[in-house]
């Protein structure tokens, strides 16, 4: 199984919006409605930002949002903030009933 | 809330074995999924993969099938990541998870950062 396709690296300045984006297959992004994305600061464990495609979970901003087109599922980021400057890794539920991650994106706030 | 506490970092050798653990509190041990997610230095995260201690239903990513053993101890609310016999492109930091669905990760362990080298 390939690890799923982000972008290596992205950037915006504070207030813009921005978007990640996450390309699987249909035996994984486009066949399920089971992709979550993580936030990851340097030093410090994961956190789950999005689950089941367009949820947040209680506490994280609704700056953040998802969504999903086919193979490919996409992260939002609106006004962006410094405190948002971090790696994003998207995640999927594949047919084999495992977890595939993307390969992470570092999103640098200018 | 949850909370899920794992232990300390170990220093190894190739060939040694290694059992690290995870234990969970604040949640009903046997209704969530425990899964473990590797990050090698510098890298992105790898789900390795994942149990239901209700019943012990457990997952593995292909890549991590034969390589690893995931376990669960329901009296201590603890699970649990294991090798027989280390190498030392298994340095990483190794993540425990706790999920309601098996496929998005509520919370994450501080994690167990496992340097193996000769």
């Known amino acids: 199984q390939s690890a799923l396709t982000q972008p290596a690296s992205v950037s915006g300045s504070p207030g813009q919006s921005i978007t990640i984006s996450c390309t699987g297959t249909s035996s994984d992004v486009g066949g399920y409605n089971y992709v979550s994305w993580y936030q990851q600061h340097p030093g410090n464990a994961p956190k789950l930002m999005i689950y089941d495609v367009t949820n947040r979970p209680s506490g994280v901003s609704n700056r953040f949002s998802g969504s999903k087109s086919g193979n490919t599922a996409s992260l939002t980021i609106s006004g962006l903030q410094a405190e948002d400057e971090a790696d994003y890794y998207c995640s999927s539920y594949t047919t084999s009933s495992t977890v595939l991650f993307g390969g992470g994106t570092k999103l640098t706030v200018l | 809330e949850v909370q899920l506490v794992q232990s300390g970092a170990e220093v190894k050798k190739p060939g040694e074995s290694l059992k690290i653990s995870c234990k969970v509190s604040?949640?009903?041990?046997?209704?969530?999924?425990i899964g473990w997610v590797r990050q090698m230095p510098g890298k992105g995260l790898e789900w390795m993969g994942i149990i239901y201690p209700g019943d012990s239903d457990t997952r593995y990513s292909p890549s991590f099938q034969g390589q690893v053993t995931i376990s669960a101890d329901k009296s201590i609310t603890t699970a649990y990541l294991q090798w027989s016999s280390l190498k030392a492109s298994d340095t990483a930091m190794y993540y425990c998870?706790?999920?309601?669905?098996?496929?998005?990760?509520?919370?994450w362990g501080q994690g167990t950062l496992v340097p193996v080298s000769s």
């Open positions: 604040g949640s009903t041990f046997t209704n969530y999924w």
């Open positions: 998870v706790i999920s309601q669905t098996l496929y998005s990760f509520d919370y």
